[in-house]
């Protein structure tokens, strides 16, 4: 019963904030295993961060590979999907266990602090939604997250730009092929593998990145760049 209560309110926030949310259904559980297939192989106690949790689909996939000595943050920036997440933690047994490691932290991902911060970045952010100049942000930011040697998983769904184009006008077209291009840059330069998932709606690929840190003085620069007068307020961090 819980799947078909995370798949109405996906749908509801899907209608509500499509940008953001960018699926209409949650990841199936083919898709989550495969995104956290690379924390699933033997290593070493960790911090693992997970952006865009929505409902937590992908959340209890990762949470039951949890060793005794891993960090957690999950950074989500619907209200109501933080709303569901704490509820869970408080009320679901698979989440239960872990709920001393696990801190939810409500804001957008470009706005977390830290240099060379986690092992590990799983992302759900649909980028192809996004304006050419976020998928940049966000890229620098999981480069100025990611421990040197850290791994950044994230997927998108097969031939989605491909698929879209036709029946688009030239300007989004437009954003669609420069939005490839950025992403097709760091696919080149740092995957080391990837898996096409055909069990979810729908089908997916997942890539696992290793990407090279961010300099402290590039991600100033790009912070600068982005920056309003009014500065940003501090994300919002709530701990279970």
Known sequence: MRYFEECGEFFR????????????????????????????????????????????SVTRQLLRRLLPGDQFDAVEINANFIARLMDRLKNDRNFQRRRQQVRIIHSAVEDLPGDGT????????????????????????????????????????????HIKSPFVNRKERRRLYRVGKVVGSYIRNFQIRRERIFINVPPAMVRHLRLKPVSISVAVQTAVERTKPAAAPRPAVVRV
Not at 16 to 21: G, K, L, P, S, V
Not at 29 to 49: G, Y
Not at 146 to 157: M, Q, S, V
């Open 118 to 161: 986690y092992d590990f970045i799983v992302s759900g952010l649909p980028l192809n939604n996004f304006p050419v100049e976020m998928v940049r942000r966000i890229f620098h930011t999981y480069a100025r997250l990611l421990k040197p040697g850290g791994i950044l998983t994230y997927y998108e769904y097969q031939f989605i730009r």
């Open 13 to 56: 926030q899907c209608r509500r904030q499509f940008r953001t949310t960018g699926a209409i259904l949650p990841s199936s559980r083919f898709l989550a295993k495969a995104l956290v297939s690379e924390i699933a192989k033997p290593r070493q106690p960790a911090r693992i961060l997970e952006v865009g949790p929505g409902t937590g």
